[in-house]
């Protein structure tokens, strides 16, 4: 992965300088939170749920919200971020909120250097594997640290919305992995689009293919994969909200693809 360090060491950069803006932003919404609220939405608490009792591996948990709702439901939770920042307030909230997560400052690419051990779920979400380059080295890691017989699930935004413009007016973006980086120059950041930090982003695009092969190819087989037209976040230009709480793109209500689910089951060897 040599090639790849500058563009990790960037975003690495980002997402400290997006840490602190993002605490304090309605859009995660602290004071919600630290009262008792849940960060997880509809869909993965309901598509996931019953996690009491079962150690999770949660991948790129930025600081910390989501890991720590599964935590309260019972879940015995490590989460794993390259963000220095994200993962020193993830500590901090797990000792003001007096639980039992574990987190640990790691590029998902070195978690083998930096975590031991196997875990009953592997969990991911809205905004992670678009960091990452290279998804079968993605899959050999969750391979790596989910159990015979273990869950993976993810959440994620769908492949076809980042195809287009910041104001969904055309698509300027492939589908598929080019395996170059998508290089985008943004200022703020989806949780407060005035905030003053201007910066390089590098991502790569997955299409749905591509997520479902890695994760077969290593023997972690679906029970599903299902696709919605709506979001849980008010995250991208011109959206509309729903009478069901859910978010849509003006214009194309119902027509695109937004966000996409898979609950998987690693094989038995
Ligand atoms: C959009 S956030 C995830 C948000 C998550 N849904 C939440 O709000 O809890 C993406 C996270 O991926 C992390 N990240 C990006 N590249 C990474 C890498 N190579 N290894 C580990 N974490 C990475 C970032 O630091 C950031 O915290």
Same mark, same amino acid.
């Given at each position: ?23 304090? &932003?309605?859009? #995660? /919404?602290?004071?919600?939170? @630290?009262? $008792? =609220? ?67 400052? &790691?590029?998902? #690419? /070195?978690?083998?250097?930096? @975590?031991? $051990? =196997? ?70 950041? #989806? ?79």
């Amino acid at each position: 992965m040599e090639n790849y360090e500058a563009y990790f060491e960037a975003n690495r950069s980002l997402w400290n300088q997006k840490t602190p803006v993002h605490l304090s &932003s309605d859009f #995660y /919404n602290m004071p919600a939170f @630290l009262a $008792g =609220q849940s960060s997880l939405n509809r869909i993965e608490l309901s598509e996931l749920g019953g996690v009491a009792g079962k150690s999770m591996l949660h991948l790129q948990c930025h600081f910390g919200q989501d890991s720590l709702s599964w935590a309260r439901l019972g879940a015995k939770v490590t989460g794993i971020d390259i963000s220095d920042e994200a993962i020193e307030q993830a500590k901090a909230l797990n000792a003001q909120l007096n639980l039992d997560a574990t987190f640990v400052r &790691s590029n998902l #690419y /070195n978690l083998k250097e930096n @975590l031991q $051990g =196997q875990f009953d779920v592997v969990f991911t979400s809205y905004g992670t594997i678009g960091w990452l380059p290279d998804l079968e080295k993605w899959a050999a890691i969750i391979d790596h640290f989910l159990k015979p017989g273990g869950t993976f699930y993810i959440a994620e935004f769908h492949p076809v919305l980042w195809m287009f413009d910041d104001n969904f007016g055309k698509i300027i973006y492939p589908y598929h992995n080019t395996h170059e980086p998508i290089i985008t120059e943004t200022e703020g950041t #989806y949780a407060d689009k005035n905030a003053p930090i201007k910066h390089i982003e590098y991502g790569w695009n997955h299409g749905l293919g591509e997520v479902v092969t890695a994760l077969t190819s290593r023997g972690i087989y679906l029970e599903f994969l299902h696709e919605f037209p709506y979001s849980p976040y008010n995250c991208f230009a011109n959206m509309v909200q729903g009478e069901d709480g859910f978010w849509r793109i003006r214009g194309y209500e119902n027509m695109l693809p937004m966000v996409y689910s898979i609950k998987a089951r690693k094989k038995y060897s």
